[in-house]
């Protein structure tokens, strides 16, 4: 059926908690209601990006964005959209300064400096269905690869794109698969193939929203992985709190074995392979590859040294193969494209050494204090100002930015003063943090760095499975004595105790986990060490986060006794008369900040 106009609703995780699958039965109900049933279709796309305007719309072929779009909305988008053919201009997009609204996505600048290859298909192709996958060139690369392609030029191929691991160890994809087919040839023990879908950074949903929009991509990309090295069995391991992404993969499976692209004799070929998917309870630790696979087996998710290689003693002490979403859904593109093409984005040329530089795209959540929050793909080498202010759109109410935190928990945190560094793997190690699997969490003036570090290495304590020392122990530690200067208790020498803490950490810690653990403490100590002795020697909190630091403060100048910081106060702490100055009483203030919030003379402030 021809349709004249197309309602690509987004049904990411975002959109869904405000209400899409409700839209999407408020907008069939319209529009059977206008008998315009067989004119105009609605489609359930993956998440389109843009998380902090959704619900997000979009109707086709005009590229008109409609954002954070009411079930009450609807009848007036028929009615002035489809009918009168005006579109509705209180629900197009205006950015953070409410300017003039912007119509089309192309001129939105949140979607200016993307670049477009594992999110290739977001907003474009209903996620449940097959058909859509297979109209944009869907299992195209696979095809080929099982009738033009051996596994060793499928394995070349991907060492010269220079594809990278995108789950935060950034270790070439091409030279892992390489090595562990060498191992099933040698030991004549049959391969498997892992998907990473563990995601368990604080603000990240990158895999997430990768599986939710486009799952196809990633069973397609796991099925030349298995071909390239000689798997026939294969394992997604997904965390439990994503049950969206799982019920979309298991639905993608089932429509891949109908269409026999997956299952025995994968396009009429000798290669066979099936996937299964196994949901983790949750721990962060069990995003370390080892931890990972003894869960896999039933065991507690605990890491083991890495003298022995998974790639050759994995699950099962089988030769495995680990990659993570992003990683998979890049396969395709490349082995369809070639690897001139990949290699030709991001920085460096990886084609004689898979190791130069950081080819291709990678995909981050933008989060935190910065206008536009959302999903993001960008090509590698692009500055970290390019992202925050201009895709970003800059800090809201006017604030500064102070930092930046890029790769989970066990990243570090950057100043102002790195804004204009290329975003890459070798960049950001060398500048003390790390790409990780793509968190970027935006702090603004009124951030405290201590506070900061203190918030990661409590989630670190509290995920870290114990196993080694240094790990259990230094975290411990670290975290006593942040709490301690947070609290206005801390020495000088606690510095110098914390930074040697860190890296005897990094030298000895069992995993990967352990070893970047530090980053937050120490990149905040080298870049905000005057916050740390303003905590310490003037008993201040710069930022204002620090309860036991701050005091709140009604300035007499600008109070004019309104009522409405005493009428949201729990601890009866704020006194005064109407259209008098109002006082706090500091013995009964829980410094909750409802008052600030509420105050539209901004009449309080800390101090």
């Known amino acids: 059926m021809a349709y004249r106009s197309h309602i690509l609703l987004c049904s990411g995780t975002g959109c869904v908690s405000c209400g899409a699958f409700t839209l999407k039965e408020t907008l069939k109900t319209e529009l059977q209601k206008r ?16 998380c902090a305007e959704g619900p997000i719309m979009i109707v086709q072929p005009d590229g008109i964005f409609y954002c954070q779009v009411k079930p009450s909305d609807v009848p007036t988008i028929v009615e002035e959209h489809f009918i009168k053919g005006r579109p509705v201009k209180k629900l197009l ?34 996620p449940d269905k097959i058909e859509d996958y297979i109209a944009v060139d869907g299992y195209s690369a696979l095809s080929k690869a099982l009738t033009e392609m051996k596994p060793e030029a499928i394995i070349a191929e991907i060492k010269r794109s220079g594809l990278r691991g995108r789950g935060g160890g950034g270790f070439p994809a091409g030279i892992k698969w390489e090595t562990c087919r060498k191992a099933y040839l040698q030991r004549n023990v049959e ?5 990473n879908a563990d995601e368990g950074d604080p603000g990240a949903y990158m895999d997430r929203s990768i599986i939710e929009s486009d799952p196809h991509a990633v069973l397609e990309g796991m099925a030349i992985a298995a071909y390239a090295i000689g798997a026939k069995e294969g394992f997604i391991y997904i965390r439990h709190e994503y049950p969206l992404a799982r019920q979309r993969l298991l639905n993608a499976i089932e429509q891949a074995k109908e269409y026999g692209l997956l299952g025995e004799n994968i396009l009429n070929t000798n290669f066979s392979f099936n996937i299964e998917i196994v949901q983790g309870a949750g721990a962060f630790v069990c995003g370390e590859s080892t931890a990972l696979m003894a869960s896999l087996e039933g065991e507690v998710g605990e890491p083991r040294a890495k003298y022995i290689h998974t790639v050759e003693y994995g699950y099962k002490n089988r030769p495995s193969n680990l990659n993570n979403v992003e990683t998979y859904a890049n396969v395709p593109l490349i082995i369809l494209r070639g ?24 995909v981050f959540s933008l989060v935190g204090k910065v206008n536009n929050t959302g999903l993001i793909e960008v090509p590698m080498g692009i500055s970290l100002r390019e992202i925050i202010f201009d895709i970003g759109g800059g800090i809201p109410k006017g604030k500064k930015f102070k930092a930046v935190q890029t790769g989970g928990p066990s990243g570090g945190c950057l100043p102002e003063s790195k804004l204009d560094m290329p975003v890459d793997f070798d960049s950001l190690t060398e500048a003390g943090s790390m790409m990780g699997s793509g968190g970027m969490i935006v702090m603004d003036e009124e951030t405290c760095m201590v506070d900061v570090a203190r918030y990661f290495i409590s989630f670190l ?37 914390l930074e040697e803490m860190g890296e005897v950490m990094q030298d000895c810690c069992l995993c990967a986990l352990g070893t970047s653990a530090p980053n937050p403490v120490l990149s905040t100590i080298e870049y905000f060490k005057n916050e740390y002795l303003e905590h310490i020697k003037n008993h201040k909190c710069p930022g204002g986060v620090c309860k036991e630091l701050i005091t709140y403060v009604i300035d007499k100048n600008k109070c004019d006794g309104c009522h409405a910081c005493t009428k949201v106060c729990s601890s009866n702490a704020i006194k005064g008369e109407a259209k008098k100055l109002h006082s706090i009483d500091t013995t009964k203030c829980i410094k909750c900040g409802a008052c600030i919030e509420v105050c539209t003379k901004d009449a309080i402030y800390k101090e």
């Open 35 to 50: 008998n315009l049933q067989d004119e105009i279709q609605v489609v359930t796309t993956g998440c389109q990006g843009f």
């Open 93 to 126: 997009y205006t950015g953070a300064a409410k300017a003039t609204p912007i119509p089309a996505l192309k001129d939105i600048p949140f979607f200016a400096k993307q670049q477009l290859v594992v999110l290739r298909n977001r907003g474009l192709v209903d």
């Open 339 to 362: 690897s001139d093409w990949f290699a030709s984005m991001g920085t460096g040329d990886p084609r004689e050494n898979p190791w130069n530089g950081s080819s291709g795209t990678k």
């Open 191 to 195: 391969p498997v193939v892992i998907c």
């Open 461 to 497: 304590t509290e995920e870290s499975c114990g196993k080694c020392t240094p790990c259990r122990e230094g975290l411990r530690t670290m975290l006593d004595i942040l709490n301690r200067i947070c609290e206005g208790k801390g020495k000088e020498e606690d510095i110098a105790f």
